[in-house]
T-cell receptor, first 109, second 122 residues
Framework: KNEVEQSPQNLTAQEGEFITINCSYS?????LHWLQQHPGGGIVSLFM???GKKKHGRLIATINIQEKHSSLHITASHPRDSAVYIC???????????FGTGTSLTVIP | NAGVTQTPKFRVLKTGQSMTLLCAQD?????MYWYRQDPGMGLRLIHY???????AKGEVPDGYNVSRLKKQNFLLGLESAAPSQTSVYFC?????????????????????FGPGTRLTVL
């Protein structure tokens, strides 16, 4: 069973486009994380949120606890945004994390 | 403040050999995790620890053992490596969900990842 589902799996966009990546989860959570992984690179945390909305530069993350859904938006996308974006949830016990399979984003100049 | 470090970064083993991967964090985090990442799959939890001296099994624990003798270190051992254990291994640490802000200004309950260890078993 997949506790975390992401869509789309793959996404190609033209530079400047507005991008949305979706995440749905089925378990009780204490927080949801959005992570970024560049090809061959490490994993970095972009956002951690438990309610509402957060913004960092061109990135915006929202969460709807009632609907168990989160979205990651990228405004004015740029080729350097090309990466895999991973949604992860921390269980409500705080002990474990569950991960989506990632969304591979390619932004074409 | 180095964050989370992993050693080694790369390793090639022959089937049946053993090795230990070391994860170290300097953020005084309580929770530490070992994951493996395989193509087309999300990160899968191997083992985790909620504090010094404690360990627990994750989703895919078979063939691996762990130890957390010191709070800052979490070791992952492969006693008899198999080709199915060829993967990229990530360590992560995170603070208690109820704690506040690190001295760096980052939230204590943000998840930090090591750079990964690429392991090939022939």
């Amino acid at each position: 069973k997949n506790e975390v589902e992401q869509s789309p799996q793959n996404l190609t966009a033209q530079e400047g486009e507005f991008i949305t990546i979706n995440c749905s989860y089925s378990v009780g959570i204490s927080a949801l994380h959005w992570l970024q992984q560049h090809p061959g690179g490490g994993i970095v945390s972009l956002f951690m949120l438990s309610s509402g909305k957060k913004k960092h530069g061109r990135l915006i993350a929202t969460i709807n606890i009632q609907e168990k859904h989160s979205s990651l938006h990228i405004t004015a996308s740029h080729p350097r945004d090309s990466a895999v974006y991973i949604c992860a949830v921390r269980s409500d016990t705080g002990n474990q994390f569950y991960f989506g399979t990632g969304t591979s984003l390619t932004v074409i100049p | 403040n180095a964050g989370v470090t992993q050693t080694p970064k790369f390793r090639v083993l022959k089937t049946g050999q053993s090795m230990t991967l070391l994860c170290a964090q300097d953020m005084n985090h309580e929770y530490m995790y070992w994951y493996r990442q395989d193509p087309g799959m999300g990160l899968r939890l191997i083992h985790y620890s909620v504090g010094e001296g404690t360990t627990a099994k994750g989703e895919v624990p078979d063939g691996y053992n762990v130890s957390r003798l010191k709070k800052q270190n979490f070791l992952l051992g492969l006693e008899s490596a198999a080709p199915s254990q060829t993967s990229v291994y990530f360590c992560a640490s995170v603070g208690h969900p109820l704690f506040g802000i690190l001295t760096s200004g980052r939230p204590h309950n943000e998840q930090f990842f090591g750079p990964g260890t690429r392991l090939t078993v022939l």
